[in-house]
């Protein structure tokens, strides 16, 4: 208990690893607020705004109708009035619902990682490690106490960002015209909040665990985004069809929304395209035995190797 009170301790006291985490929160905050503006109903003056462009529009092509709607015919120029000009698409609550996590998830998974391998990171490149295995000469021990240490942080940090998310996009969905969300609907977007919230503390657990293998912040952090960013790029360009299924950021995304439909036009000359299903409950599977497999393997390499 003592190992433990003083990993949480320490992970609290470093101060790269909080700042990582106001900036995620920061982040989130943000960007829900930006969807949201983004999103705000039309408001009267702006439709009769566009109405007023939409009869200039009008009387323009009647002046000159080929160059508005290729035909001699004015009459044809009553079918511009029906443009808007306000120029953002009000999307509905169920699709902010089923978008807004999935950005949050992002956000906070990538500063959660950087959080977790960052605290690690500096354990080796200052020492601290190599002391605190003196007190605590069982390895297990050490990194046991770790990632519990990232597991209560995170989750106490995730919890309330992505809680503060998703109240602030129901409660601005109760104040719009006929934009009450129904309890279902609520459920709904609390469900994919809670699959975001295991998906960040997994980021940063995973990410502590990397770093006890690799020793090095960096080391992690250059293998974490030369996966995502080179190598399913490249996998997708080898054998989309086969492999896209299969990809961890794919399975990610079905554990979040949790449908996820893979369409392959083939070569771009097919009527209808092939629709590839990814089911929740086998990226459920997955990722939890990917995630077991990579937790034991670098408590394995920890137990084993010298600290510096």
């Given at each position: 208990?003592?190992l433990l009170r003083s990993e949480l301790v320490r992970f609290a006291a470093r101060r790269a690893v909080v700042l990582l985490l106001l900036l995620g929160f920061v982040?989130?905050?943000?960007?829900?607020?930006?969807?949201?503006?983004?999103?705000?109903?039309?408001?009267?003056?702006?439709?009769?705004?566009?109405?007023?462009?939409?009869?200039?529009?009008?009387?323009?092509?009647?002046?000159?109708?080929?160059?508005?709607?290729?035909?001699?015919?004015?009459?044809?120029?009553?079918?511009?009035?029906?443009?808007?000009?306000?120029?953002?698409?009000?999307?509905?609550?169920?699709?902010?619902?089923?978008?807004?996590?999935?950005?949050?998830?992002?956000?906070?998974?990538?500063?959660?990682?950087?959080?977790?391998?960052?605290?690690v990171g500096a354990e080796f490149a200052s020492g601290a490690l190599s002391n605190t295995l003196l007190f605590w000469p069982n390895r297990l021990q050490v990194w046991?106490?770790?990632?519990?240490?990232?597991?209560?942080?995170?989750?106490?940090?995730?919890?309330?960002?992505?809680?503060?998310?998703?109240?602030?996009?129901?409660?601005?969905?109760?104040?719009?015209?006929?934009?009450?969300?129904?309890?279902?609907?609520?459920?709904?977007?609390?469900?994919?909040?809670?699959?975001?919230?295991?998906?960040?503390?997994?980021?940063?657990?995973?990410?502590?665990?990397?770093?006890?293998?690799?020793?090095?912040?960096?080391?992690?952090?250059?293998?974490?985004?030369?996966?995502?960013?080179?190598?399913?790029?490249?996998?997708?360009?080898?054998?989309?069809?086969?492999?896209?299924?299969?990809?961890?950021?794919?399975?990610?995304?079905?554990?979040?929304?949790?449908?996820?439909?893979?369409?392959?036009?083939?070569?771009?000359?097919?009527?209808?395209?092939?629709?590839?299903?990814?089911?929740?409950?086998?990226?459920?599977?997955?990722?939890?035995?990917?995630?077991?497999?990579?937790?034991?393997?670098?408590?394995?390499?920890?137990?084993?190797?010298?600290?510096?």
């Amino acid at each position: 208990m003592n190992l433990l009170r003083s990993e949480l301790v320490r992970f609290a006291a470093r101060r790269a690893v909080v700042l990582l985490l106001l900036l995620g929160f920061v982040l989130a905050l943000l960007a829900v607020g930006a969807t949201l503006w983004n999103n705000r109903p039309i408001t009267d003056a702006e439709r009769a705004e566009s109405t007023a462009l939409a009869q200039q529009d009008v009387e323009a092509c009647q002046e000159n109708p080929r160059r508005y709607v290729g035909s001699n015919d004015p009459a044809r120029c009553d079918q511009l009035s029906q443009n808007l000009y306000v120029g953002r698409y009000v999307a509905p609550f169920d699709q902010l619902a089923a978008d807004l996590p999935q950005a949050i998830m992002g956000i906070l998974g990538f500063t959660a990682l950087l959080a977790g391998t960052t605290y690690v990171g500096a354990e080796f490149a200052s020492g601290a490690l190599s002391n605190t295995l003196l007190f605590w000469p069982n390895r297990l021990q050490v990194w046991l106490a770790k990632v519990v240490a990232v597991t209560v942080w995170t989750t106490l940090f995730a919890a309330v960002t992505i809680g503060l998310c998703l109240l602030a996009v129901a409660l601005v969905a109760e104040t719009r015209s006929g934009g009450d969300p129904s309890q279902a609907q609520l459920l709904r977007m609390a469900g994919r909040g809670s699959r975001v919230l295991v998906v960040v503390v997994a980021s940063a657990v995973l990410g502590a665990a990397l770093t006890t293998a690799l020793r090095a912040t960096i080391a992690t952090t250059g293998i974490v985004i030369g996966y995502l960013l080179v190598g399913e790029t490249l996998l997708r360009a080898i054998a989309a069809t086969t492999v896209e299924p299969w990809l961890l950021s794919i399975r990610v995304l079905a554990f979040v929304r949790p449908v996820v439909r893979l369409e392959d036009y083939g070569d771009g000359f097919a009527a209808e395209p092939v629709v590839q299903v990814v089911p929740f409950w086998s990226s459920v599977v997955y990722l939890a035995v990917l995630s077991l497999v990579a937790l034991t393997a670098c408590a394995m390499v920890f137990h084993r190797r010298d600290v510096p």
